[in-house]
């Protein structure tokens, strides 16, 4: 397999984007001493990232071993001029040099990405919003490890992590050295080494809710304002915009996800699923939602003499109810 001239590594979370790097790094150096042959640029403060210094890095060819890697990390700190600087080297490499552009800092310039895609390769690090794409990612991450997990073992790591998703690779390394290489592990071999709870995205609370998952749903606000979580207050408001798209749509007369979408100024994907919701529970019932949720953003604020905690709670368990009973077909 030829090794690409040019690679960048991007995505949303920074962590993660550190984690592929350092597994991209470690395929490209192989058996090698990374003493003499990486180079790091970058990531060190603002003084550290000089193009004059890249471009020296990039046209020095490798001496006593067959490659050099050269990694610029912060690569978005790098200027629409630098870019025009690198684009010729990156298109005429070096033989032996592999250029490695770590996203971060900012935005990548895009004559950069073009041209890294057009002779190299873009890895992206970004994981999906949904619970499957977190589910893929673990199982896959399983796979590349040295342990393996029965199927609950993933789903149980899936559910702890939540979003927190670079956590993985080092359970999976704690796993190794406490139970060996190649060993397989089960959910309940796994439950020690889990440690705490990660955090969830807020949509996970309103699809629970539009299933009619009451029990979900409460788990998933536990989640959601546990310890460095979000505060009462704004899972109200999460659950308030959430509630008046639904009142935009009911009568709207938007038919597919693409017309919801353009009134609500949101993704396709979204929008189809509010749209789901808005005909699932009818006028009245959004309506009455409203009110609910209208009401516990007074007593969150200090209306009531109920935790804010069993404010949420109420709240959240009656709109569940109230979408497993229009499933139902109940008035």
């Known amino acids: 397999m030829t090794t690409p001239s040019s690679i960048l590594v991007k995505g949303r979370d920074d962590a993660l984007v550190a984690q592929a790097t350092s597994h991209l790094l470690e395929a490209l150096v192989g058996t090698l001493d990374p003493a003499t042959c990486v180079e790091e640029l970058g990531g060190g403060g603002i003084d550290d990232l000089d193009l004059a210094r890249i471009v020296d890095a990039l046209t020095t060819p490798p001496f006593l071993v067959d490659r050099r890697v050269v990694v610029v990390r912060d690569a978005g700190r790098l200027t629409a001029a630098d870019a025009d600087r690198l684009v010729p080297i990156l298109t005429e490499p070096v033989p032996g040099v592999t250029a490695?552009?770590?996203?971060?800092?900012?935005?990548?310039?895009?004559?950069?990405?073009?041209a890294i895609g057009a002779v190299g390769e873009v890895v992206d690090a970004s994981v999906g919003t949904s619970v499957r794409d977190r589910k893929a990612f673990v199982a896959a991450h399983v796979k590349q490890s040295s342990v393996r997990l029965d199927a609950a073992g993933v789903e149980r790591l899936t559910a702890q992590v939540g979003e927190d998703l670079s956590r993985i690779d080092g359970v999976l390394a704690t796993l190794a050295a406490a139970y060996g290489e190649g060993a397989t592990v089960t959910a309940d071999e796994l439950e020690p080494f889990l440690g705490a709870t990660g955090t969830v995205p807020e949509w996970d609370l309103t699809d629970a809710i539009a299933a009619g998952d009451a029990a979900g749903a409460l788990d998933v606000l536990g989640r959601l304002v546990g310890p460095g979580g979000r505060a009462a207050p704004a899972v109200v408001f999460t659950l308030q915009r959430h509630y008046l798209r639904l009142l935009r749509l009911d009568g709207s007369g938007a038919r597919t996800k693409d017309d919801a979408a353009a009134m609500l100024s949101i993704g396709p994907y979204p929008a189809g699923k509010l749209l789901a919701s808005c005909g699932a529970l009818g006028a009245g019932r959004i309506r009455q939602a409203v009110e609910w949720i209208a009401h516990a953003d007074a007593d969150v604020k200090g209306q009531s003499a109920l935790e804010t905690g069993t404010v949420l709670?109420?709240?959240?368990?009656?709109?569940?109810?109230?979408?497993?009973?229009?499933?139902?077909?109940a008035r």
């Open 313 to 329: 709670e109420i709240l959240v368990a009656r709109l569940a109810r109230q979408h497993r009973a229009a499933g139902r077909g």
């Open 100 to 114: 490695v552009f770590v996203a971060g800092g900012g935005t990548v310039p895009a004559p950069l990405q073009r």
